[in-house]
């Protein structure tokens, strides 16, 4: 594995977070479903058994809402990691480009 971020690379951080962003998406409409589902079978319940039903229901609910919002934040993170890996390139770039341009010739030529 690659300890830097290469021009190859230089996308990776941003595609990340996006793929995140759609994988999130992905799993709150399955989780969308699968609630659906909970519901009609919560249909068949009675007592104690409905009303712990519809507690792990609210709780398998709350985690992914909780797991949605990390994914949110982390991609956030990665689109804003990957903004900061451009602007660094871009950066040096520049400078070393101005560094090469600011060198001058020798003052006089050296003779072998």
Do not use: H
């Not at 994988?23 to 989780?31: P, T, V």
């Not at 319940?45 to 990390?70: D, S, V």
């Amino acid at each position: 594995m690659n300890a830097y971020v290469g021009l190859t690379q230089a996308d990776a951080l941003g595609s990340g977070g996006q793929q995140l962003g759609n994988e999130a998406e992905g799993l709150r409409s399955q989780l969308n479903n699968l609630i659906a589902d909970m519901e009609n079978d919560g249909q068949s319940l009675q007592g104690n058994a409905l009303t712990e039903f519809r507690r792990a229901r609210a709780e398998l609910t709350q985690r992914f809402e909780e797991l949605i919002a990390w994914c949110a934040a982390n991609g956030i993170k990665l689109g804003k990691a990957q903004i900061q890996v451009t602007r660094t390139d871009d950066t040096s770039g520049e400078e070393f480009s101005g560094a090469g341009s600011g060198l001058s010739g020798l003052a006089r030529p050296i003779n072998f």
